[in-house]
């Protein structure tokens, strides 16, 4: 009973935010195009919008109380009062409009996916635009893809129980509803770098990335586990005009160590065939050190009879995330581990005893979820991971620590190597490259 009312008083709560005083010296912001943006953090003001339709702006910006609508991006761009903007273009836009934002001075919040193939990540994430200093504050410009879900503390204790270098086999799902775009939509474009890959599809590839250790998430750290090979890439295509856009996709990635990543996406899922977000990982047999086995087989103060001199435990686990996209509104984190006492070097041999461990997590705040280094950080159980995420884009802009939680340069360029792989392996030509310099 408690964990509906928990259920209901969150989801009114995402649904109600509380509003915040704003600090005096709060960061404004400008929207382009009239998509949402979390108003309930004290440091953020949505100051101004413009849009492609004068009069959707006007309505978006009454709807959510936005101050001004500007009648372009550049005017967004040259208002002096602005520092920061939030970018949640058409995918194929993305790259000309956040070199102008950090011409300009503003720091970028930058929708998934950052762009359109690895050539503009190289040339947007490294321009050294980044290491000139805004006009606008005394820091370094910021840029961030926004990847919102790996900000949430769901999403990091269900990392807490993933052993990275261990992964032998790991899939992530994403699935869209086709009620939700018109015919037109912007995501069916190739001229617009639409695409499955390039829309829900970025977010289960991401989830592989993160599983197999590709990045750790915290400064100045970012190893080199990303995929090895795209081993299969399964596209759906629409019918022309169309042809070279994917409407569903399913790809098998080799990861170093041998590790096997695979994926699937639709952007036009039928409501029958909806499924929850979900990643599920099995891990390789791990023969566990003394201390750990002794815990888990017991001895004087547990059930066991302790560990033999000659014996060794192994650990065979299986974590499951579903919901990983908002885990706000509900979540589930599942740990199964199978344990195989058995005597030292005797693989061949029959195991002395076998048992299973099942645990079910919840983690709406970093308290519950028992996030290491993560306990006293800011964040509420109502929380959405796009809340999370500009918790930490403030902290960079404003120079402070923050969680540590951040997507680097170097993270941002590979998860678009990663897509281009995809379309690579299945002949299918990359997303057009912009013609845009400054």
């Excluded at 004068?54 to 500007?70: C, D, L, N, R, S």
């Excluded at 990303?226 to 042809?243: Q, R, T, V, Y």
Aim: hydrophobic content about 40%; charged content about 25%.
């Amino acid at each position: 009973m408690a964990s509906v009312y928990g259920f209901i008083r969150r989801n009114w709560a995402i649904r109600n935010p509380p509003v915040v005083p704003k600090n005096e010296n709060a960061l404004k912001f400008g929207v382009f195009g009239a998509a949402n943006i979390t108003q309930s953090h004290p440091d953020v003001i949505v100051q101004c919008v413009a849009a492609r339709s004068e009069k959707k702006a006007q309505e978006y910006a009454k709807k959510h109380g936005i101050p001004e609508v500007k009648k372009s991006y550049q005017d967004i761009l040259d208002d002096p009062s602005i520092s920061c903007v939030y970018i949640p273009l058409p995918n194929g836009l993305h790259y000309e409009w956040a070199l102008r934002s950090l011409a300009a001075g503003k720091h970028v919040l930058l929708e998934k996916p950052s762009v359109s193939n690895a050539t503009e990540a190289k040339a947007l994430f490294f321009s050294p635009l980044l290491e000139e200093t805004s006009d606008v504050t005394c820091t370094k410009l910021v840029l961030l893809e926004a990847f919102h879900f790996r900000f949430q503390p769901p999403w990091r204790a269900f990392m807490g129980h993933v052993d990275s270098e261990n992964v032998e086999r790991a899939r992530a799902t994403l699935a869209a509803p086709r009620v939700m775009f018109e015919k037109n939509d912007i995501r069916f474009q190739y001229a617009l770098s639409g695409g499955c890959a390039m829309d829900p599809g970025t977010y289960p590839v991401a989830c592989l990335r993160q599983v197999f250790g590709a990045t750790t998430d915290t400064e100045g750290v970012v190893e080199d586990r990303e995929p090895e090979e795209c081993l299969s890439a399964d596209l759906k295509m629409f019918p022309e005009p169309e042809g070279k856009t994917d409407s569903a996709f399913e790809a098998k990635f080799r990861f170093p160590g041998g590790g096997i990543g695979e994926v699937r996406s639709n952007l036009l899922t039928g409501m029958l065939e909806m499924e929850i977000p979900r990643v599920e990982v099995v891990h390789r047999p791990v023969v566990l050190s003394a201390e750990e086995a002794a815990a888990k087989v017991g001895g004087k103060k547990g059930k066991g009879k302790g560990l033999g001199d000659d014996e060794e435990l192994v650990r065979t686990r299986k974590v499951v995330i579903e919901n990983y996209l908002v885990g706000a509104v509900w979540h589930r984190i599942i740990v199964e581990d199978d344990f195989l006492l058995r005597k030292r070097g005797g693989e061949s041999k029959e195991p002395i005893r076998k048992w299973t461990n099942k645990k079910v997590v919840k983690a709406y705040t970093w308290e519950e979820g028992k996030v290491e280094a993560m306990e006293g950080q800011p964040g509420e159980a109502h929380w959405l991971t796009y809340r999370h995420q500009l918790e930490q884009f403030v902290n960079r802009v404003r120079g402070t620590k923050g969680n540590g939680l951040w997507i680097d340069a170097k993270d941002s360029v590979n998860q678009s190597k990663a897509i281009d792989m995809v379309y690579e392996k299945a002949g299918v030509p990359l997303r057009p490259t912009s013609e845009f310099q400054l």
